[in-house]
Structures are given as structure tokens and as C-alpha cells.
């Protein structure tokens, strides 16, 4: 792959968040007297200094190592991913580098998995936070993974920490943005593919990855808690192709398809932001940044989608250049477009 599909995703991923991490709390009002027009928001801090990042790509560098640690002992299965993905969340969990207000959930969920006790009865069945799709990139970007290796990893890594079934279909449908928009796929027919696929494994429920995790939540069967989640993913889905041709870009993208601090949110208006401007990187990580919610997830999610679809060249040297976590998101970029 000439375009470095891969490199342009995990470098978008972290501007985005870098951008959006002043403007997290902020109306758009607020943001607009802070950073001015929003067409030519800058990296934060003065010129060749470090960008700083938050926690979403501190986590998504934790589970790009786990998955490269599982890949190295052989085919990516439950068990293989489970041990070192949860080993690396603990990790970040203890560093003194995860001071970057870091979600509620991913901390309570992280301290109870330090320990022996199986992941399942850490995991938060009731949080559906953006958490977990905002690091599961690299699901979507590791060369050579079946379907199912790619659905079963995307939700797994969601259940170590957000386990409520929304969750787990948020990240399913990032990968697999990731994944498609790195292929090749037109972005015009992209929401189409996430809806298709959606509708096709919306009463799937991949035990052989998340064990018994269903019990721990209040439904009947493991059929009905996994349905529950696809439907709220295709509702938004059903709602973002509405407007994703209508939609007025000097509009605060959130107004369309949520503020993004929960899962299927975040996703909906990152890919938004993104299908505004699929050929201008930069505008559509800027509208990310400037928007009333989370606006480093949301940045961050457009960030990683627009990099995937034009690669690493995407993104201006002097901005790459200063983002903090650079060498490490570089190596794994060129491991992956390898």
C-alpha cells in the first residue's frame, strides 16, 4: 500500500486529538472567542512545540501494543488479544502519564481488571461511553484479519472496559470504517456498507470473543443484549444518511448527530465530520474540534477515518512533526503498512 493507509490513520487519530483537547468542554461559541474562525484553528501550543494528546491516544496506543504482542505468539484469537490488551490497559491505568482526564468508565473498569478475576466481571455492561470506539483503530488497520478476527477483536477490546452492547457494535462499525476507507472504499458509499453490515450481524453474537459477558448485563439472552445495540448503532446510522449530503458545514456538526460522549454518537458525528470534507483532512478535523461535545473523540474518529482514506500524506509536516507519542504511533504505521 503506497499511500501508508495505516501511518495516515494513527497520525490523524492524534492530531485530531491534540486539536480537539482544549476544546473538549467548550460551546461553540466559547470555542470560536478562544481559537477564532474555526477554518484556521491551529495546533495547540507555539510552533515546534509538543502537541500534547489526551487519553484516547494513550489507549489506542495500549491496544495497538496488545495486539502487536498477541500477533507476535501467533493467529489473533480471544485469549491471545484478551491477556496482553488487558495487561497494557492496567499499564496506562498505573502511569503517571494517564493524567489527562481520563473517562470514568475506562478507570473503574481498569483498576478491576488489575487483578486475576476474569475481565468479564470488570467490565462496565452498563457504560456505553465513547471510550472504546475512540481507540479501536488499529483493529481496523492490522493487515490480514478475517471478518470475523476483525468483529470479534473491535468488540472485545470495547468489553474489556464498555461492555453495554452499544458499545461493542460502535467499535465493530469504527474498525470497520477504519478497515474499508483503508481499502479503497468511496466515502460516498460508506454509511450504505456500515448499515448493510449492520442489519447483517445485528443478532450475531460472538461468544467464542466475549464469553459469558451477556450475563452480566439484564437480558433474557445473549441475542437480545447484542440486538439492543446494533438497533441504537442503526438508528444513528439511519439519521447520519439523511444528513450526511444536507448537512450545513458552518453548523455545529453535533446538532445533526449527537455530542459524541457516547459511543454511537461519537461515531456518527466523526464520520460526519469527515464525510463533510473526505478530500480536505484538515477542514473536517477543525469542524471535528470546533463542536459543543466531545470534541477530541470526535476529532480523534475523523482524524483516523480521514487518514485512512488519504493516507499519511494527508496531514502537514509541521503539524506531525510536533505531536507527543510521535515515534511510537510512526512505528506502528510503518509496521502495519509494511
Given amino acids: 500500500m503506497t499511500k501508508q493507509t495505516a501511518t495516515g490513520a494513527l497520525i490523524g487519530l492524534a492530531l485530531g486529538d491534540a486539536l480537539g483537547f482544549p476544546t473538549e468542554f467548550d460551546d461553540v461559541p466559547s470555542i470560536l472567542a478562544k481559537a477564532g474562525p474555526w477554518r484556521e484553528m491551529e495546533l495547540p501550543g507555539e510552533a515546534r512545540s509538543t502537541a500534547y494528546v489526551t487519553d484516547d491516544t494513550q489507549m489506542t496506543l495500549a491496544l495497538a501494543r496488545g495486539i502487536r504482542t498477541a500477533m507476535d505468539r501467533g493467529v489473533l484469537a480471544p485469549l491471545r488479544l484478551a491477556r496482553p490488551v488487558r495487561e497494557e490497559f ?3 491505568y498505573h502511569s503517571p502519564e494517564n493524567n489527562r482526564a481520563p473517562g470514568r468508565t475506562c478507570m473503574v473498569a ?13 467490565s462496565r455492561t452498563g457504560s456505553k461511553g465513547c471510550g472504546a470506539n475512540m481507540r479501536v483503530a488499529p483493529v481496523g488497520l492490522v493487515p490480514g484479519l478475517s471478518e470475523d478476527q476483525r468483529a470479534g477483536a473491535a468488540q472485545l477490546q470495547s468489553a474489556l472496559t464498555h461492555g453495554h452492547p452499544t458499545a461493542l457494535a460502535a467499535s465493530d462499525l469504527t474498525a470497520l470504517a477504519v478497515y474499508l476507507l483503508a481499502q479503497g472504499v468511496d466515502p460516498t458509499g460508506l ?3 456500515l448499515r448493510s453490515y449492520a442489519y447483517e450481524n445485528r443478532s450475531r453474537y460472538h461468544e467464542k470473543w466475549l464469553g459469558d459477558l451477556w450475563t452480566h448485563a439484564q437480558d433474557p439472552t445473549a441475542r437480545h443484549f447484542i ?9 444513528v446510522l439511519e439519521k447520519l444518511d439523511a444528513v450526511q449530503r444536507t448537512a450545513d458545514p458552518e453548523l455545529d456538526p453535533c446538532t445533526y448527530t449527537g455530542d459524541g460522549w457516547i459511543a454511537e454518537e461519537a461515531l456518527a458525528t466523526g464520520l460526519l465530520c469527515f464525510l463533510l470534507f473526505p478530500e480536505e483532512p484538515l477542514t473536517a478535523l477543525r469542524r471535528a474540534a470546533c463542536t459543543r461535545g466531545d470534541s477530541d473523540s470526535i476529532a480523534c474518529l ?37
Avoid: M
Wanted: glycine share 12%; charged share 30%.
Fill in 90 to 92: 492496567v499499564d496506562w
Fill in 227 to 235: 440486538e439492543r445495540g446494533w438497533d441504537e448503532c442503526l438508528a
Fill in 191 to 193: 454509511v450504505g456498507h
Fill in 110 to 122: 481498569c483498576r478491576l481488571l488489575d487483578g486475576d478475576r476474569p475481565w468479564q466481571e470488570a
Fill in 302 to 338: 475523523t482524524g483516523a477515518f480521514a487518514g485512512a482514506h488519504l493516507g499519511a500524506g494527508a496531514w502537514p509536516k509541521e503539524w506531525e512533526e510536533r505531536i507527543e507519542y510521535r515515534s511510537e504511533l510512526l512505528t506502528f504505521g510503518a509496521l502495519w503498512d509494511a
